[in-house]
């Protein structure tokens, strides 16, 4: 269960909204291209005090001649990620990945719908990427909610992927007011089961209520899961969750080894 831990330097770490930061990292090219979904563990080097690992989804990846630069956005939260806000370039980092399993790519599919909550949107942006590399004539509908405007992030890339943008916002400060499921759901009769596939992250109550929005459907829906997590790399068992097996009994699961990334109809949302 033991993995690589890359020694990068900290390129860029900025704040592009409120309490919400890029953090761009160079890395040995030998870290390997991430696949949409998939998550790093970061953690400062050498910090005397204790400071766990933390997750975070890739953003964006760009291989160099004998580098890469992995990007990441994160918002600050606690302890973790004030230290973090905190780093300038040139500082040294430790990260730990690609790791987890990423999003299934159905080649089939030619709407895809991604829905995004909050920091939500860092997965999704990553995968949007891909899709239009891999999938040039897929049509890209995101969907991005958050509490107000502050909270929007990354719109400006998703344009430049050729994603068809439905933003929403709890009070109504920019787009749509409402919750993004809400706005989703308005819309649902507008797709087809057998030539969409959804994807969403964001908060537990979001993808639950997602998962109640295509019950009895036959929409494809992977979901990617954002449990408090302390090892990362499947050895503690501290971001175990529910699971229905074949059976339908039910079972435990690691967020971090099995997942990040489910079949929403995989998960008991409690
Ligand atoms: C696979 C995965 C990918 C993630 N990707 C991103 C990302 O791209 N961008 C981003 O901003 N965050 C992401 N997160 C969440 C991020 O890891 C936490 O926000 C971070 O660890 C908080 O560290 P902290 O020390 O600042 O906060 P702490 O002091 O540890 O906690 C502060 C507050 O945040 C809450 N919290 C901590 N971790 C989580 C979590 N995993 N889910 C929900 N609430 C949490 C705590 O309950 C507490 O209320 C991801 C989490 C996972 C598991
Ligand atoms: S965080 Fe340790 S097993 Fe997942």
Not at 23 to 29: D, E, S
Not at 154 to 167: N, P
Request: proline share 4%; charged share 20%.
């Amino acid at each position: 269960m033991t993995k690589n831990i890359y020694i990068g330097e900290i390129l860029k770490n900025e704040e592009v909204a409120q309490d919400v930061f890029q953090i761009n990292v160079a890395l040995h090219a030998a870290f390997g291209k991430p696949q949409p979904g998939q998550f790093v563990m970061l953690r400062i080097s050498g910090l005397s005090e204790p400071f766990l690992s933390r997750p975070f989804s890739v953003y964006s990846f760009a291989l160099k001649k004998n580098s890469c630069e992995v990007g990441l956005i994160y918002r600050v939260v606690g302890k973790g990620t004030r230290i973090l806000a905190g780093l300038i370039r040139g500082t040294q980092v430790e990260i730990i990945g690609p790791l987890g399993r990423g999003f299934e790519i159905l080649r089939d599919k030619e709407n895809i719908v991604l829905v995004a909550g909050g920091m939500g949107v860092a997965p999704l942006s990553f995968l949007a990427q891909n899709l239009r590399t891999y999938l040039p004539s897929s049509r890209i509908y995101f969907y991005l909610g958050a509490q107000n405007a502050a909270g929007i992030i990354g719109v400006e890339g998703l344009e430049k992927s050729s994603c068809s943008m439905s933003l929403c916002t709890d009070d109504g400060s920019i787009g749509k007011k409402g919750l993004v499921t809400q706005v989703f759901q308005e819309q649902i009769k507008s797709f087809s089961p057998d030539s969409t596939v959804i994807y969403a992250c964001g908060p537990k109550e979001m993808l639950k209520g997602l998962a109640k929005i295509i019950r009895g459907t036959e929409f494809a829906c992977q979901v990617s899961l954002e449990e408090r997590m302390a090892c990362g790399v499947g050895a503690c068992l501290g971001c175990a969750v529910a699971v229905k097996n074949k059976k339908s009994s039910v079972t435990y699961k690691r967020v971090c080894a099995d997942g990040p990334v489910f079949n929403i109809r995989e998960i008991v949302w409690k």
